[in-house]
């Protein structure tokens, strides 16, 4: 018999989210497949979302030429952009959309102008409103945006931001970025009035802020475009929130992570389990072992208590999770046995729970599962 764990993957639930994501956002939607497609496969995510979705997006190059290499056609958006001239050189082959963030990305736009023939690269040009991570100051919008559409290289460019505090509606940090953008939007608007006579083939300045928890949660962050990440894989980041117009139910879930009783046991009370013997028995019971562990990405942070289904019911987690297994309570299971079927996380145990209980997010838990965990979709 092979080893029981897997991740089941929902393909048409990834899809029926991002259906829900362009009602939310109503404009144009970015399916971010980054990592893995959250672990859920890059491939095949890319290949089932592309012939519908307004555009994938991928974190690195190295992820766009993997899916362009099987045959992915979307438009396609690299996050992070292109760290030197070979790496343009390839995203103008494969027809990529990139992100600029950074003096020497614009550089290599404009000295791979002096070499080559034209290309129609659409270019987001990232402004930092207050993340501290990627992007240009607000005040060097309009010159930044000025510079980039003089290149022939450039066929459009997007004006693009990243929020800190999407998560949390109420901060008042979202306030603050979405004015920093919308005052950098404007400075750009006026400086493509001044442009416009020589190149009037582009009528409109788009824009893009949102990711899954502003397109849920701050309205007034949705434009143009939209990015749409974690809540493809059923999972609502936004926390506290006041007015969840998605709640948990209405995202479907995206991956079952499933595997099997492969021991069950009986416990004197006193007896410990596992590592560090953190856990004791109060009274006499039963476990079980489960074909699942930190080498698989379960997260070892994940305690006593942690919510488990085995065989339809729900239990708990018991001692430390070690690299290959992991021990239920099965005091209360008296029908499990060896075989019966446990849920890690799926549509009986949102992931978010499990992230919560290990101190994580369900972000972590996805991307972190292992290569030895077999998909199955
Ligand atoms: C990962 C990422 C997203 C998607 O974020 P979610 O919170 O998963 O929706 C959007 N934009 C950028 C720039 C990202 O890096």
Not at 349 to 359: D, H, K, N, Y
């Given at each position: 018999?092979?080893?029981?764990?897997?991740?089941?993957?929902?393909?048409?639930a990834?899809?029926?989210?991002y259906?829900?994501?362009k009602?939310?956002?109503?404009?144009?939607?970015v399916?971010?497949?980054?990592?893995?497609?959250?672990?859920?496969?890059?491939?095949?995510?890319?290949?089932?979302?592309?012939?519908?979705?307004?555009?994938?997006?991928?974190?690195?190059?190295?992820?766009?030429?993997?899916?362009?290499?099987?045959?992915?056609?979307?438009?396609?958006?690299?996050?992070e952009?292109?760290?030197?001239?070979?790496a343009?050189?390839?995203?103008?082959r494969?027809?990529?959309d990139?992100?600029?963030?950074?003096?020497?990305?614009?550089?290599?736009?404009?000295?791979?102008?002096?070499?080559?023939?034209?290309?129609?690269l659409?270019?987001?040009?990232?402004?930092?409103?207050g993340?501290?991570?990627?992007g240009?100051?607000?005040?060097?919008?309009?010159?930044?945006?000025?510079?980039?559409?003089?290149?022939?290289?450039?066929?459009?460019?997007?004006?693009?931001?990243?929020?800190?505090?999407?998560?949390?509606?109420?901060?008042q940090e979202?306030?603050l970025?979405?004015?920093?953008?919308?005052?950098?939007?404007?400075?750009?608007?006026?400086?493509?009035?001044?442009?416009?006579?020589?190149k009037?083939?582009?009528?409109?300045?788009?824009?893009?802020?949102?990711?899954?928890?502003?397109?849920?949660?701050?309205?007034a962050?949705?434009?143009?475009?939209?990015?749409?990440?974690?809540?493809?894989?059923?999972?609502n980041?936004?926390?506290?929130?006041?007015?969840?117009?998605?709640?948990?139910?209405?995202?479907?879930?995206?991956?079952?992570?499933?595997?099997?009783?492969?021991?069950?046991?009986?416990?004197?009370?006193?007896?410990?389990?596992?590592?560090g013997?953190?856990?004791?028995?109060?009274?006499?019971?039963?476990?079980?072992?489960?074909?699942?562990?930190?080498?698989?990405?379960y997260?070892?942070?994940?305690?006593?208590?942690t919510?488990?289904?085995?065989?339809?019911v729900?239990?708990?987690?018991?001692?430390?999770?070690?690299?290959?297994?992991l021990?239920?309570?099965?005091?209360?299971?008296?029908?499990a046995?060896?075989?019966?079927?446990?849920?890690?996380?799926?549509?009986r145990?949102?992931?978010?729970?499990?992230?919560e209980?290990?101190?994580?997010?369900?972000?972590?838990?996805?991307?972190?599962?292992?290569q030895?965990?077999?998909?199955?979709?």
């Amino acid at each position: 018999m092979t080893r029981p764990l897997q991740a089941i993957v929902n393909l048409d639930a990834i899809l029926s989210n991002y259906r829900q994501a362009k009602t939310l956002a109503g404009g144009a939607v970015v399916a971010v497949i980054k990592a893995n497609g959250y672990g859920h496969g890059l491939t095949r995510v890319g290949k089932y979302l592309a012939p519908e979705v307004d555009a994938l997006a991928v974190a690195t190059l190295e992820e766009a030429i993997e899916l362009r290499a099987a045959h992915v056609t979307s438009r396609l958006l690299v996050l992070e952009g292109v760290f030197d001239a070979e790496a343009l050189d390839t995203a103008i082959r494969l027809d990529l959309d990139l992100v600029v963030h950074s003096d020497y990305q614009v550089a290599l736009l404009a000295s791979h102008e002096l070499s080559a023939t034209n290309a129609a690269l659409n270019i987001w040009l990232k402004i930092d409103t207050g993340m501290g991570r990627l992007g240009f100051h607000p005040d060097r919008a309009a010159g930044q945006y000025k510079q980039l559409y003089a290149l022939s290289v450039v066929n459009s460019v997007i004006l693009t931001s990243h929020f800190a505090c999407a998560d949390e509606p109420q901060r008042q940090e979202n306030a603050l970025q979405l004015t920093a953008f919308d005052v950098a939007a404007r400075s750009v608007r006026r400086a493509y009035n001044d442009l416009c006579d020589s190149k009037s083939e582009t009528t409109s300045l788009p824009q893009s802020i949102a990711n899954s928890a502003a397109i849920i949660a701050l309205p007034a962050a949705r434009r143009h475009w939209n990015r749409a990440g974690i809540m493809l894989y059923g999972s609502n980041p936004v926390v506290r929130s006041v007015d969840r117009s998605v709640d948990m139910q209405s995202l479907a879930c995206s991956m079952t992570l499933q595997s099997r009783l492969i021991a069950v046991r009986s416990a004197a009370k006193g007896e410990s389990i596992g590592y560090g013997a953190d856990f004791r028995f109060s009274e006499d019971g039963r476990y079980g072992v489960v074909a699942c562990g930190y080498g698989d990405g379960y997260p070892r942070h994940a305690g006593t208590g942690t919510p488990v289904v085995v065989g339809g019911v729900r239990t708990r987690l018991i001692g430390r999770v070690s690299m290959d297994m992991l021990a239920v309570d099965l005091t209360n299971v008296p029908q499990a046995a060896v075989g019966t079927e446990v849920e890690l996380w799926g549509p009986r145990i949102p992931v978010s729970e499990v992230a919560e209980c290990a101190g994580t997010i369900p972000y972590e838990l996805f991307t972190g599962l292992t290569q030895r965990v077999p998909r199955v979709y």
